[in-house]
């Protein structure tokens, strides 16, 4: 997968050069190129911001940066060649890719990249999108300081590439630089061969399966007391289904605990009796099939 990443703060992605995802950039899985904005300014100060139009507090990054920006790492097509006035003009075929309408399918073939804004005023990142990137062979991230970015740089940049705002949280960070992180360090961890053990993927909390509503119980290593503190029994039983339910009760707890706003995704022909005795004891009684309403 190639990744682009422009920014004011270059310095922030050194933590891609550590650890999973810096093997990975390391072997070849990940091809990361990372633009300094300052680059594509041409004054004294190098100056990539300005105030708002209709006021308020705070500046807007400016467009002409970010236009020159997109352009050297996505060249705009020429638009294809009209045919002479006596040919019959074709249809447009499904492989017509740089149009607005086809920018998706460009971007799946690897000639445009996807563009991922963050921005707290975006769609959410999960898992699932997540996923959706990962199958992507390239993503363009621009990161916004201040108070966001021109729209107009997002506007022109959909006639080329799809363009998605996201946002991390019901947060505010001082700049996209982190939230661009997090995702790549989402996103790469399910590149196939950048996690050691497949199976890691699969438990994940989130991830697609039995237990995507459900958050993930406690975990547990050597030695078996610490602290005068055991480990549970069940774990060191060697009963694999004994286990198996036993995490499941305890997923279960913990998404009442942290996320009872998930508990109304589990689909109660998924629940068995059990379950529904586990989600009674922690104050949330199934009644009949109403959990999924
Ligand atoms: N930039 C600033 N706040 C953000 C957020 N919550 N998510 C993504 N990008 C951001």
Redesign the pocket.
Known sequence: MRIDIVTIFPEYFAALDISLLGKARRTGLLDVHVHDLRGWTHDRHRTVDDTPYGGGPGMVMKPEPWGEALDAIVPPTPPPPTPPVSEPTPLPSASASRPVSGAGQAAASGTVPRLII???S?RPFTQALAAQYESEPWLLFAC?RYEGIDSRVVDEARTRMPVDE????D??????EV?VLVMIEAIGRLLPGVLGNADSVADDSFAPGAMESLLEGPVYTKPPVWRERPVPDILLSGHHGAIARWRRDEAIRRTARHRPDLLARLAPKDLDERDRAVLREAGFPVDGEDMAD
């Open positions: 963050p921005t707290p975006g916004g996201v946002s991390l949280g947060f505010v960070l001082a700049g996209g939230a």
